[in-house]
Antibody, heavy 119, light 111 residues
Framework: QITLKESGPTLVKPTQTLTLTCTFS??????????VGWIRQSPGKALEWLAL???????RYSPSLKNRLTITKDTSKNQVVLTMTNMDPVDTATYYC???????????WGQGTLVTVSS | QSVLTQPPSVSGAPGQRVTISCTGS?????????VHWYQQLPGTAPKLLIY???NRPSGVPDRFSGSKSGTSASLAISGLQPEDEASYYC???????????FGGGAKLTVL
């Protein structure tokens, strides 16, 4: 059974850098085709894919946010970290960590973590 | 503005059948990329409902079914139950954007 859990700050100030950690179990990022990524959802809004990293260290980013995002993995700790620079109030959202097999669908999802951007 | 277009809301009475459409373009659904569907109950994380256009993960009732044709896909829910009240999102891949894309979500109300 695959489980993922997000952790990180609940409140960040505008212009700060957000760092979120996804800690997972039941999967290995050493296995070919395995991917772990991030999706966010602003309050009352739709889902937005942000980034995905594969076992082979192939990294994919949302084109609209590419300049602000970095995704990394620590295979030994079973963790994936997302950093987003220059945070703005419009980045207030619930951030979900997801598993993707071979870059198709996303399953399962973590419980999500709400990040508020405010001074 | 989402790359995939869904109706914002749909409704139906218990026992009825409803469909939710997902319209894309030649760079995503029309290019042959699979469509997947997620159910998001209030206050919870999305859950995979349909994958690969028509397939149900283990545990998803067969009241839920998916289809795809051309640049569109549909999710059908038959025998509506009160617990089906949720938001439903379609998802695919877009080759022009090189990104995974979602629909804007459709909120289902069971009358």
């Amino acid at each position: 059974q695959i489980t993922l859990k997000e952790s990180g700050p609940t409140l960040v100030k505008p212009t700060q850098t957000l760092t979120l950690t996804c800690t997972f179990s039941g999967l290995s990022l050493s296995t070919s085709g395995v991917g772990v990524g991030w999706i966010r959802q602003s309050p009352g809004k739709a889902l937005e894919w942000l980034a995905l990293i594969y076992s082979v260290d192939d990294r994919r980013y949302s084109p609209s946010l590419k300049n602000r995002l970095t995704i990394t993995k620590d295979t030994s700790k079973n963790q994936v970290v997302l950093t987003m620079t220059n945070m703005d109030p419009v980045d207030t959202a619930t951030y979900y960590c997801v598993h993707s097999a071979s870059g198709n669908w996303f399953d399962p999802w973590g419980q999500g973590t709400l990040v508020t951007v405010s001074s | 503005q989402s790359v995939l277009t869904q109706p914002p809301s749909v409704s139906g009475a218990p026992g009825q059948r409803v469909t939710i459409s997902c319209t894309g373009s030649s760079s995503n659904i029309g290019a042959g990329y699979d469509v997947h569907w997620y159910q998001q109950l209030p206050g919870t994380a999305p859950k995979l409902l349909i994958y690969g256009n028509t397939n149900r993960p283990s545990g998803v009732p067969d009241r839920f079914s998916g289809s795809k044709s051309g640049t569109s896909a549909s999710l059908a829910i038959s025998g509506l139950q009160p617990e089906d009240e949720a938001s439903y999102y379609c998802q695919s891949y877009d080759s022009s954007l090189s990104a995974w894309v979602f629909g804007g979500g459709a909120k289902l109300t069971v009358l």
